[in-house]
Every structure is written in C-alpha cells, then in structure tokens.
C-alpha cells in the first residue's frame, strides 16, 4: 500500500503530524489511532483532524488509479485507503473537473437547443388561427363549460390544467387536449413554467398538466365577448358528435366515485382492471343513469374490501375480482334480475361546469338514464348538404321521365358508366339529361 504526500507547508511540527497521520505498517493498518495524535494545537477533536491535514497535504492512493486517466486519486481522509489494489470507479481531481466541465458544457448546449426549439415551436403556434364558425358541436358545449370555469382567463390570459379542475369531476386535461387537437386551443411555450418542455432523445417532450394553453385567435378578428355570444347563440346540430362528449363526461363521473371509493377502502388496480372497468361502465351508460352506476361501484368496492379481510384473501387479490363483479352486477341489471338504486351527488362531488351546461342546454344530469339522454341527442339531426336537394330533385326528374319511356336501364348504365369514369354525380346527371333531351326537367 502506497500513499503519496505532496507538501503544502514547511513548518516541521506540521509535517511531522502529517506523517503520524498518514503512517501504516506492513498489513496496511494505521500505526496510530486519530485520538493519539491529539492534543495538537487548536484541533477541537478528532473528527476534525482530517480536515487540518488536507490543508497542509494532498495525499493520493498509488494503489487506486483513477478510472479516466490511471493517476493516483486524491484520499480526503483515512477511510478513502484501500489495503489492496483494487479497481475502481473514482477519478482524480484534474478529470472530475474536466468532466464537471464536459458536463456544464452539454448543459448549455442542451439549453441553447431546447430555447431553439420552443422558439420555433412558439412560433407555429403563434401562427395558428381558428374559425370559430366551423368548428365541431361538442367543441362548442366544451368551449361554454370552460368559460364558465376559469373567467376570464380563457379569453384574457393563458391557462393549464391545473386551473380547469371546476370544469368537471374528473381529469380536465382530457378535454384541454381534444380542443388542442381541433386547433381550438394553441400553447404558449414561454408562459409555461420551469421543466414543462424537455429534449428527450433529439425530441421535443412536454408535461402535460404543466402546459401553458390560450384560445386561437380568430381570423374575423371578432373580440372575445362577440366571440362566445356568437357560441350561444348557436343551433346545435350534430348529435352524435354531442353524445360522445357526454358518454366521456358520464364516465369521468362514474369514474371519479368509484376512485374515491377505492380509496377509502384502500383498493389499488393495476391498469388493465382499470380498463376493464371503465369499458364495463361506459357500455352501461347507454342503458343506466350515472347516479345508478354509483351504486354499483358502492356494492362492487364494498364487497371486495369484505374479501379482504377473509384469511386466504388479501387487499391485492381482492382488488383483482372488482372489474368482474363490475361486469356480474351489470348483467343483472341488464338481466332485470336486480334493480340499480340511484344514489345521490355528494357534495364534495361536483358536476362541474361541463355538467351544468348538459344540464342547461339538455336537461340531462347524473340522474337522466342513459338511454334517454342519447335519445336526446339523436334528436339532433344534422341538416341536409345545401347542394344534396337540387341533386335529388335532378336524380328524381331524370328517373320519372326515363320511366315513363321505359329507357330506365339505360340511363342508369350511362350514369354508372360516367361515374366510374371519374365524373361526379351531379355531372354525370346533366350529361346523361343532354344524352335523353327531356329527361330532367330540374337539371
């Protein structure tokens, strides 16, 4: 065992004490323990012994090359020795600087590309516009609900995820996202805080819940208040695309109850269960209220947490039948052979804004049965194409008259023929007109 000393004094006292500190016998022990070398000077005890002789001497183990470049490592005190030459994960002070310095230098390079990045991804969005006339229905019910959420903030400022929670029961990044994905919403990089967007393998990451989110502006440059009476005020009428913003809703609420249920009673699912559970759920929301899927998750969780108390059961395998009884529960329902009981909102569980609006607009609420509130929607019929009635009554004049002269076959063959050529219907009506004079009265 070889320890090198470099001398940073020349006072002999010192020296002398440095070597007493340092000196080892032939199986590499230290030849006298630290509490021997005191009293010396001002040292106040033993444990600060150490430190006085790292100012009066570098010491380096001989027998511990560093890792980078084979130099002797630096020992700060005693317990740094090795008795054997062993390899090792250390590197000197001249390499752990060189590599503090690689790394700051990375640092700044990863920063200089990650600021590149959000300028031009800033930048993009910056340059997004939305027309707010053409977006969908259910954009529109969401774009009410989150106004009544976080005013004025939607239209004044920027907002993340964690500002919408009042718009409904569960995750509101859900429906922050499918606006985003509309081009309803646009981010806003640099208001985001710290850490929200990272490089991760030459790509550009992003925390979610930490976004930064503004309303597109509009390209009819209408202001805000305009913008949303305009929203109001208008006739809804794509159904379908409404019910599946409900069915999302609905479960969101089902969901939240059932968390807070497992939670009680200390049921952990993993992700596959969860599935189970929300596909069983959303498949009853088309028969059953969302008040009566609230009680089956109170039977469900209530019976499982009874299976975990049995002796050969435990909270685990308990947690695993729940997406089961989920499905047996509602198959008797379904069945008729069980009836589900509403239960009733509680109070630290709120409908949120997005509830109030379904509520407002549709008159559905946790206690509308599933099946009526679709009813409700598919009631919403989306109106005929502007061009669709002219082309029927085309179509129907041409068909009349071709069968009153028994030439129906051939006109259809020469309709047939024209299309597959590459012509569009209504062309290929007035062709075959042209073809027929007096075929189509309404071409």
């Given at each position: 065992?070889?320890?090198?000393l470099?001398?940073?004094?020349?006072?002999?006292?010192?020296?002398?004490?440095?070597?007493?500190?340092?000196?080892?016998d032939?199986?590499?022990a230290?030849?006298?323990?630290?509490?021997?070398?005191?009293?010396?000077?001002?040292?106040?005890?033993?444990?600060?012994?150490a430190?006085?002789?790292r100012?009066?001497?570098?010491?380096?183990?001989?027998?511990?090359?560093?890792s980078?470049?084979?130099?002797?490592?630096?020992?700060?005190?005693?317990?740094d020795?090795?008795?054997?030459?062993?390899?090792?994960?250390?590197?000197?002070?001249?390499?752990?600087?060189?590599?503090?310095?690689?790394?700051?230098?990375?640092?700044?390079q990863?920063?200089?590309?990650?600021?590149?990045?959000l300028?031009?991804h800033?930048?993009?969005q910056?340059?997004?516009t939305?027309?707010?006339?053409?977006?969908?229905?259910?954009?529109?019910?969401?774009?009410i609900?989150?106004?009544?959420?976080?005013?004025?903030?939607?239209?004044?400022?920027?907002?993340?995820?964690?500002?919408?929670?009042?718009?409904?029961?569960g995750?509101?990044?859900?429906?922050?996202?499918?606006?985003?994905?509309?081009?309803?919403?646009?981010?806003?990089?640099?208001?985001s805080?710290?850490?929200?967007?990272?490089?991760?393998?030459?790509?550009?990451?992003?925390?979610?819940?930490?976004?930064?989110?503004?309303?597109?502006?509009?390209?009819?440059?209408?202001?805000?208040?305009?913008?949303?009476d305009?929203?109001?005020?208008?006739?809804?009428?794509?159904?379908p695309?409404?019910?599946?913003?409900?069915?999302?809703?609905a479960?969101?609420?089902?969901?939240?109850?059932?968390?807070?249920?497992?939670?009680?009673?200390?049921?952990?699912?993993?992700?596959?269960?969860?599935?189970?559970?929300?596909?069983?759920?959303r498949?009853?929301?088309?028969?059953?209220?969302?008040?009566?899927?609230?009680?089956v998750g109170?039977?469900?969780?209530?019976?499982?947490?009874?299976?975990?108390?049995?002796?050969?059961?435990?909270?685990?395998?308990?947690?695993a039948?729940?997406?089961?009884?989920?499905?047996r529960?509602?198959e008797?329902?379904?069945?008729?052979?069980?009836?589900?009981?509403?239960w009733?909102?509680?109070?630290d569980h709120?409908?949120?804004?997005?509830?109030?609006?379904?509520?407002?607009v549709?008159?559905?609420?946790?206690?509308?049965?599933?099946?009526?509130?679709?009813?409700?929607?598919?009631?919403?019929?989306?109106?005929?194409?502007?061009?669709?009635?002219?082309?029927?009554?085309?179509?129907?004049?041409?068909?009349?008259a071709?069968?009153?002269r028994?030439?129906?076959?051939?006109?259809?063959?020469?309709?047939?023929?024209?299309?597959?050529?590459?012509?569009?219907?209504?062309?290929?009506?007035?062709?075959?007109s042209?073809?027929?004079?007096?075929?189509?009265?309404?071409?």
């Amino acid at each position: 065992m070889a320890i090198k000393l470099e001398l940073l004094t020349q006072n002999q006292e010192e020296i002398s004490f440095i070597h007493r500190y340092w000196a080892t016998d032939d199986t590499g022990a230290f030849v006298e323990p630290v509490s021997a070398l005191l009293p010396f000077r001002d040292i106040p005890h033993g444990g600060a012994v150490a430190a006085y002789v790292r100012n009066w001497c570098e010491a380096y183990d001989e027998d511990q090359p560093c890792s980078r470049c084979g130099d002797p490592v630096r020992l700060n005190c005693r317990s740094d020795l090795k008795k054997y030459v062993c390899p090792t994960q250390r590197q000197c002070e001249a390499c752990r600087r060189l590599m503090a310095a690689h790394a700051q230098q990375r640092k700044a390079q990863a920063a200089a590309e990650l600021d590149s990045r959000l300028a031009e991804h800033a930048r993009q969005q910056n340059e997004k516009t939305c027309d707010y006339q053409t977006i969908g229905d259910a954009e529109v019910v969401l774009l009410i609900a989150l106004e009544a959420a976080i005013t004025p903030r939607l239209t004044a400022g920027s907002f993340c995820t964690y500002d919408c929670e009042g718009l409904s029961p569960g995750d509101p990044g859900v429906y922050l996202r499918s606006l985003y994905a509309s081009g309803v919403l646009v981010k806003r990089p640099f208001e985001s805080v710290a850490g929200t967007y990272f490089l991760k393998n030459d790509d550009l990451w992003v925390n979610n819940d930490q976004v930064k989110y503004a309303l597109a502006p509009d390209p009819q440059h209408n202001a805000a208040c305009e913008l949303f009476d305009i929203l109001a005020s208008r006739e809804l009428s794509d159904g379908p695309n409404i019910a599946e913003l409900w069915l999302t809703y609905a479960l969101q609420d089902v969901m939240a109850y059932f968390w807070n249920e497992c939670s009680t009673y200390q049921h952990f699912l993993k992700p596959e269960a969860v599935a189970d559970v929300e596909s069983s759920f959303r498949s009853a929301l088309h028969t059953f209220s969302v008040a009566q899927l609230w009680s089956v998750g109170w039977r469900v969780i209530r019976e499982a947490a009874a299976l975990a108390n049995r002796t050969y059961y435990n909270r685990e395998k308990a947690a695993a039948t729940i997406p089961g009884k989920v499905r047996r529960h509602l198959e008797k329902a379904l069945s008729e052979e069980s009836s589900l009981k509403p239960w009733t909102r509680r109070e630290d569980h709120p409908a949120g804004t997005l509830g109030m609006v379904f509520l407002k607009v549709f008159g559905i609420d946790e206690n509308t049965l599933g099946v009526d509130a679709l009813q409700v929607f598919s009631r919403i019929a989306t109106p005929a194409s502007p061009t669709a009635e002219p082309l029927l009554s085309s179509a129907h004049h041409l068909m009349e008259a071709a069968a009153e002269r028994g030439i129906s076959a051939h006109v259809l063959i020469d309709v047939a023929k024209l299309v597959q050529g590459g012509a569009g219907i209504e062309e290929a009506i007035r062709e075959v007109s042209d073809k027929y004079p007096g075929q189509a009265e309404g071409a």
